[in-house]
């Protein structure tokens, strides 16, 4: 055998998944976007981002362009700091649609690379951990998130969610790779909570479930040691997001954290026939604007795949052959078929939100039970590889390629029939996309009761007695110049949506003025009787977010060191042995 040969045969499953990613987002390699619902609120988000640089934020927790300029906490509650990689090319001056577009495909092809990485940690041979992570890359539901919803915080999350399932494997049965099982589990969930955090609460939802399916290797004292240690790491890397939000959600009064707000979901799950990938009708109240012609199916090669693999695996079992691959390759595909059940509208949502109290309020928040259709299609992508492995290696090659066609075709024709509807768009700015200026309303402040976004100020107002001369906001950043002439105190309100982090400081002496939250949850400055000067309003973050950002930043040095150090060990030992 040609010394090549072995090394060719491990850079092909690489090689064939670059393929299978660039077909997955081959309608966004011409430097322009194709709509989808919620593209505007994303390519706005990178804007922000990009904008918030350049007026020397870091990091831009207060996005300013959003809601009439008064600006939005979307850096708060919404995890970006992936963002920031297309923010920086628009500050190079590269156009936000193909600054979305590069981040598209490196997302893309980290969720094909690392859906193999994650199944050969797994102990998959190297073509059945290649069509499990083709068909993940490929399956109808991931790309309606590319395409019909461009859910970017979602289809970004799906692409880190392998490495978590990998990684808690990992944690209960450690191997001797060089990332740590416990590592690569904390890698995982960071990713998954910094690109979209309903996707974090289903993951460790799920994650939570499978502990106590495997409550005999969950529970025992290195595992529990292991799990512990894995959950400290987590929370000290990502301090720097859960800190700020935590803090707002906790101590502010917000949308999202208010009474009501969530509303009965079941209605919005999907048919059975979507599920399936053949021909429905829509349940009665569905929102049809939104699920019509939506592929909610993790789709064709996914299903049969996993009916095939269950097959074997009973196959396997009758014959009292391969029983513990078997017996997992049955449970993955049990797991599937449960996210799949947890995604329809015949699962009983509705009755688990008339629980009320914390049931109503994380069932509301899921929105469409059909998110589950993402756990859905790693579990049964996992099924897949698994039930591959169970054949024999001529078999499992052409059974590979069979699926893998199946899934190229159908992603073809879902793309065609996609770039066939909507609409070819292509923008400088993120802020010129025209459908979301006002923000979806959750992180809107509520502390004098609910914002009314149509009351929103575009210039200051101020009380009887105030004389302001000047006026200038740049970002969240407002400078004025005003003079109270009255003999009570006076207020000026300001074009800003309140927030903590907001001071107000005279310009000339630093003194700090009364700022607090007014009509319509503005911020509001109190100017004293015989006050004449200019002061000016800007965000500056709490001492202990700075200290959550600075340990997590230790944290990622620390991880680095920690690794390197394990690496040299893990070197000079193979060095040893030979």
């Known amino acids: 055998q040609h010394p090549s040969i072995p090394a060719l045969r491990r850079l092909l499953p690489w090689l064939g998944l670059l393929a299978a990613a660039l077909l997955a987002c081959g309608p966004f390699l011409s430097g322009g976007v194709w709509h989808g619902s919620d593209l505007g609120y994303h390519l706005r988000r990178i804007e922000n981002i990009a904008m918030g640089l350049a007026d020397g934020q870091f990091p831009v927790r207060i996005q300013s362009d959003w809601l009439l300029g008064n600006g939005y906490a979307v850096g708060v509650f919404y995890g970006d700091l992936l963002l920031y ?46 069509g499990a992570a083709a068909l993940y890359t490929l399956a109808a539901y991931r790309l309606c998130d590319v395409t019909d919803r461009a859910a970017l915080g979602e289809y970004t999350a799906l692409a880190f969610l392998p ?29 998954v909570l910094q690109s979209h955090l309903l996707s974090f609460e289903m993951t460790v939802l799920c994650l939570c479930a499978a502990a106590l399916v495997l409550a005999r290797a969950t529970f025992r004292r290195a595992a529990l040691l292991r799990l512990t240690g894995a959950a400290g790491a987590f929370c000290l890397l990502n301090a720097g997001f859960l800190v700020p939000l ?26 059975l026939g979507q599920l399936l990938g053949v021909g429905y009708t829509l349940a009665a109240g569905q929102q049809q604007d939104l699920v019509a012609d939506m592929a909610l199916t993790p789709g064709p090669a996914l299903l049969l ?40 509208n015949l699962f009983p949502w509705d009755a688990l939100y008339a629980l009320g109290g914390t049931a109503r309020r994380l069932v509301g928040s899921l929105q469409f039970p059909w998110r589950f259709l993402g756990p859905a299609c790693l579990l049964l ?11 024999p290696g001529r078999g499992r090659a052409v059974v590979t390629a069979a699926l893998c066609l199946l899934a190229a075709v159908n992603a073809g024709a879902q793309l065609q029939q996609y770039t066939a509807t909507a609409a070819p768009e292509s923008y400088y700015r993120g802020t010129e996309e025209p459908f979301w200026p006002m923000s979806c309303g959750h992180y809107l402040p509520a502390e004098n009761g609910p914002t009314d976004t149509a009351a929103l ?13 000047a006026f200038d906001k740049q970002g969240t950043r407002v400078t004025v110049t005003a003079a109270n002439t009255s003999d009570v105190d006076a207020w000026v309100r300001l074009p800003l949506l309140w927030y903590k982090g907001y001071a107000a400081r005279d310009a000339a002496t630093g003194e700090a ?22 002061f000016t309003v800007s965000f500056r973050e709490p001492w202990y977010w700075r200290a959550a950002e600075a340990l997590s930043l230790l944290t990622v040095l620390a991880g680095a060191g920690w690794l390197a150090v394990q690496s040299g060990r893990r070197t000079g030992d193979d060095d040893g042995s030979r």
């Open 381 to 391: 992508a996992g099924a897949v590889g698994a039930g591959l492995a169970l054949l």
């Open 513 to 534: 003025l009364a700022l607090s939250c007014g009509e319509n949850n503005t911020v509001t400055v109190t100017l004293a009787p015989g006050y004449s000067g200019s």
């Open 246 to 271: 935590l803090d707002y959600y906790l101590t502010g009064k917000f949308q999202i954290n208010q009474p009501g707000g969530v509303e009965p979901i079941q209605q919005n799950g999907a048919a």
């Open 457 to 469: 100020l575009t210039a200051p107002v101020w009380a009887d007695g105030i004389q302001l001369t």
């Open 163 to 191: 490495l978590a399932a990998a990684g808690f494997w990992r944690t209960l049965h450690p191997d001797a790779a060089r990332l740590p099982g416990a590592a690569l589990l904390v890698l995982g969930l960071s990713g």
């Open 85 to 130: 990689a297309p923010a920086l090319l628009r500050l190079a001056g590269v156009p936000v649609t193909i600054a979305y577009d590069l981040y598209l495909f490196a997302v893309t092809l980290l969720t094909a690379w690392g859906g193999y990485y994650a199944a050969r940690r797994l102990a998959l041979p190297r073509a059945a951990a290649f």
């Open 305 to 344: 795949g996993a009916a095939m693999a269950a097959g074997a695996a009973v196959w396997q079992l009758v014959r009292r052959r391969a029983g513990m691959p078997a017996a997992a390759c049955l449970g993955a595909v049990a797991a599937g078929a449960f996210c799949l059940a947890l995604s329809s």
